[in-house]
């Protein structure tokens, strides 16, 4: 139990267009979602965190017009990088809360994004 | 903000020996919750270990074994008989029991096994 799923594992996109990222609880109802991004060989940082129904919050630094997220349902979260550029290459991995226990986060595999 | 701080960046064991992971944390809460993730390769985050700070008994999984030392803000990992798969990036990371949802994850060691 407790399977978040991504989509696209990896997508690569031409510079100035729009990728979305879809974070799917497959068996748990996730009534909050978080966004990291992680660089090579570092930490995650956390983007935004996101509750069903309600605006994301973002965390100081990151750009909210251009990281667009939406939790419309208890089991989906979109993160859409608007206007790419190649410093937005990185890996983003979503988790979710809302499992058997309440105060863990379970992690999806993780999109490898390339702008070129 | 709390922090988590990891002061090995790399660690490396003998197949089959023993090694301790180190993590230390800062915080002025009572409750609060640690995890350590381990991220191979393929860089899905796995759940290793937890630890609710209000129970006083160290948690274990199998191999995996925490010494948590609240006092001191400690949360050390071992892993008893190292095996090769047990080689990836291990996060510390630390969760308010009070105060929103959010993970504050220490900088990561990477651990290599020697066959």
């Known amino acids: 139990g407790a399977v978040v799923s991504q989509h696209p594992s990896w997508v690569i996109c031409k510079s100035g267009t729009s990728v979305k990222i879809e974070c799917r609880s497959l068996d748990f109802q996730a009534t909050t979602m978080f966004w990291y991004r992680q660089f090579p060989k570092q930490s995650l940082m956390l983007m935004a965190t996101?509750?069903?129904?309600?605006?994301?919050?973002?965390e100081q630094g990151v750009e909210k017009d251009k990281f667009l997220i939406n939790h419309a349902s208890l089991t989906l979260s979109t993160l859409t990088v608007t206007s790419a550029h190649p410093e937005d290459s990185s890996f983003y991995i979503c988790?979710?809360?809302?499992?058997?226990?309440?105060?863990?986060?379970?992690f999806g595999p993780g999109t490898r994004l390339t702008v070129t | 903000a709390q922090t988590v701080t990891q002061s090995q960046p790399e660690m490396s064991v003998q197949e089959a020996e023993t090694v301790t992971l180190s993590c230390t944390y800062d915080?002025?809460?009572?409750?609060?919750?640690l995890f350590w993730y381990k991220q191979p390769p393929s860089r899905q985050m796995i759940l290793v270990i937890r630890q609710e700070a209000y129970k006083q008994q160290n948690a274990t999984e199998n191999r995996f074994s925490v010494n948590f030392q609240k006092a001191a803000k400690s949360f050390s990992l071992k892993i008893s008989d190292s095996q090769l798969g047990d080689a990836a990036m291990y996060f510390c990371a630390y969760r308010s029991g009070n105060t929103g949802n959010q993970f504050y994850f220490g900088t990561g060691t990477s651990l290599t096994v020697i066959p």
């Open positions: 988790s979710a809360r809302g499992g058997t226990i309440p105060y863990e986060q379970y």
């Open positions: 996101s509750n069903e129904g309600s605006k994301a919050t973002y």
């Open positions: 915080t002025s809460e009572s409750d609060y919750y």
